[in-house]
């Protein structure tokens, strides 16, 4: 049972934008810090964003800081990733994390979260 389900992925042209979200699925992650992570073929998987449990704290890739925006409705259980000024390389596929930690803090690596979703495909081409 996948606890955590993402959306919003697709084909999107050069410059242009993708919100994706992060459903949970059987339980609340309104108390746990959030992650999105990408991987494309052949490379391995990076954090492109991380926020803290209440959103007060947030962290970004260099490769993307400036363009992607990671929110959260914890009234809604769910986590954005707000994808601006899209380029060829964020094609990959980007996954959704959540780690059961309660200490306020966000992380950035992957064997730091314990829950994750399956994934959904974007991909940037003209």
């Known amino acids: 049972q996948v606890p955590l389900v993402e959306s919003g992925g697709g084909l999107v042209q050069p410059g242009g934008s993708l919100r994706l979200s992060c459903a949970a699925s059987?339980?609340?992650?309104?108390?746990?810090?959030m992650g999105w992570f990408r991987q494309a073929p052949g490379k391995e998987r990076e954090c492109v964003a991380a926020?803290?449990?209440?959103?007060?704290?947030?962290a970004y890739a260099d490769s993307v800081k400036g363009r992607f925006t990671i929110s959260r409705d914890n009234a809604k259980n769910t986590v954005y990733l707000q994808m601006n000024s899209l380029k060829p390389e964020d094609t990959a596929v980007y996954y959704c994390a959540a780690r059961q930690d309660l200490s306020g803090s966000y992380y950035t690596r992957t064997e730091q979260y314990h829950y994750w979703g399956q994934g959904t495909q974007v991909t940037v081409s003209s």
């Open positions: 059987g339980r609340t992650f309104s108390t746990y810090p």
């Open positions: 926020i803290n449990w209440n959103g007060g704290r947030t």
